[in-house]
């Protein structure tokens, strides 16, 4: 049976990337370290939340791309995702789009860990596949919109 994990630190989560085959920078920002990544061309930020009770070791952590919207976004574009995804949400934070996955790790094995991974990775393919799909089809229904004859809903004034 393999042991359990109660907690990751920064050092723990680099060395499950790099397993993978990521390749991964530690920065630190005010105090606060994250690991950035990216998965083909896409980047990413690992996030760390709640602390354990080992110095620099954490019992969750964020999965986090964001991307800088240019233009409106189509409506409904977060609200879609989320209520047709389990695992990973949509919010627009100021100009960017925001996809999170949280992860807790007390009590899992190393297995749960590199699932998540796998499970982070396949959701940001299906993100840009999302985003692309949902503004293509935002575009098919404006153009349909413009093109559709106008109605004109005034009743006439009967006849005297």
Known sequence: MSELITSVTPQSLTELLQEAGYRVNQTEQNGIVQLLSASQGIGFAVRFGNPAAEQSSYVDFTYSCALRVQG??????????????RFARLSLQGEFLLMEMDVVVA???????RSQLELWDRLLQEFIVYLREYSQ???Q???QAEDAPAVDTREEAPAL
Request: proline fraction near 4%.
């Open 107 to 113: 009590g899992v094995g190393a297995t749960h860990l």
């Open 141 to 143: 229904l404006q153009a």
């Open 72 to 85: 409106q976004l189509p409506e409904g574009l977060a609200q879609v995702w989320n209520a047709s995804r």
């Open 137 to 139: 089809q935002a575009a």
